[in-house]
């Protein structure tokens, strides 16, 4: 389970695992909200894991709204699919993981490589994690 902040294009996290339920998203969406507070909403697709309860309560618990993408168009969820794609063909494409445990570890190095080291044109070519520090920076001249 990729997730992808869609105004920093940062990815978040690569959870790995042989399946991810519900409980899953929502171990991932709290460990990720403790980080970074919770998000104002969850976009995702009608698959069972993000329509699950669990993830329904969690949302209300911590106050976010879920946005669900309209079956057959991906094009209303494109930053994480444009993402996965790049993540498949650039990397796992070409891998073979002897472990779960493997797996999870390259696809951590990759999702670091991925935020500290790939510009984006919608950034003015800033890496995720210096569009996020640039961002930061303004706020704080904008509070002072």
């Given at each position: 389970m990729n997730v992808i902040d869609e105004y920093s294009?940062?990815?978040l996290a690569i959870d790995?695992?042989?399946s991810?339920?519900?409980d899953g998203v929502v171990r991932c969406l709290d460990r990720l909200a403790l980080e970074r507070g919770?998000?104002?909403?969850?976009r995702s697709d009608h698959g069972p894991e993000f329509i699950a309860f669990a993830v329904a309560k969690w949302c209300r618990l911590v106050g976010t709204d879920t946005v669900f993408i309209d079956p057959g168009s991906p094009w209303q969820n494109a930053w994480i699919k444009s993402f996965n794609g790049r993540l498949r063909d650039e990397y796992l494409n070409g891998q073979r993981f002897e472990t779960l445990f493997e797996a999870q570890l390259l696809l951590e190095d990759w999702?670091?490589?991925y935020d500290m080291n790939?510009?984006?044109s919608?950034?003015?070519w800033l890496t995720p994690v210096e569009f996020v520090e640039a961002w930061l920076n303004q706020q704080q001249l904008v509070l002072a």
């Open positions: 294009r940062e990815c790995v695992a042989r991810i339920d519900g919770a998000p104002r909403y969850v999702r670091i490589d790939r510009p984006h919608a950034h003015g």
